[in-house]
C-alpha cells in the first residue's frame, strides 16, 4: 500500500475586533512588526437560547503590513484576517519556556470606515495584503473569503 502523505496546509480567516492598541516595533534590521489580539465572538443555540463565546487571537504582521496597521488600527477597530497559525517559544528572565501560537497575517482587510485628513469619510473597506508593493485599498467584501459551503452555511446562520 502508497504511503498517504498529509496535505501541506496552514490556513486560518478570522474577523474580529482588537481588543487594545497594537503594538508596533522594529526589528534590528529595521523590519516593521506590529502585534495585535483580536477578539471574535461566537453565537450558538443552547437549549434553544442564544449564546455567545468570545476567542481572544493574537496577530502578527510584517514589513508593509505592520505599516498599515500602524496607521490604521486602534482598539476596537474591526478586521478580517487570512493568514496561517504558527507557534514560536521563548525563555522568560526568570528562566521559564513560554510558547505561543498566533496567526501571522498575509492579507487584512480594515472594515471600519476610515477618516481622510480633510475629515472625509471613505466608505470602501480597504484589504492590504503582505504582497503589496504599494498599499491598494479596494471594496472586497468579506464574502470573498469564504467557500461557496462556507456561505452556504452563513446564509442558513443568519436566516434561522
Avoid at 497594537?22 to 516593521?32: A, E, Y
Avoid at 482598539?75 to 507557534?87: H, N, P, R, T
Wanted: some cysteine; aromatic content about 6%.
Amino acid at each position: 500500500m502508497a504511503e498517504l502523505k498529509m496535505p501541506e496546509l496552514n490556513a486560518i480567516i478570522i474577523a474580529g475586533n482588537l481588543t487594545k492598541d497594537p503594538i508596533f516595533r522594529q526589528t534590528s534590521n529595521g523590519t516593521p512588526v506590529v502585534n495585535f489580539t483580536i477578539a471574535s465572538n461566537r453565537k450558538y443555540k443552547n437549549d434553544g437560547k442564544w449564546q455567545e463565546d468570545v476567542c481572544y487571537v493574537g496577530i502578527v504582521a510584517w514589513n508593509k503590513l505592520a505599516d498599515s496597521c500602524k496607521d490604521r488600527l486602534k482598539k476596537g477597530s474591526a478586521v478580517l484576517i487570512d493568514g496561517e497559525l504558527q507557534s514560536r517559544s521563548w525563555k522568560t528572565d526568570d528562566g521559564h519556556n513560554r510558547s505561543i501560537v498566533e496567526i501571522k497575517a498575509r492579507r487584512i482587510q480594515f472594515l471600519n470606515k476610515r477618516i481622510k485628513e480633510a475629515e472625509e469619510i471613505d466608505e470602501e473597506p480597504s484589504v492590504v495584503s503582505e504582497e503589496d508593493e504599494e498599499i491598494k485599498y479596494t471594496d472586497d467584501s468579506f464574502d470573498k473569503f469564504l467557500s461557496p459551503r462556507e456561505s452556504e452555511l452563513l446564509n442558513k446562520e443568519n436566516n434561522s
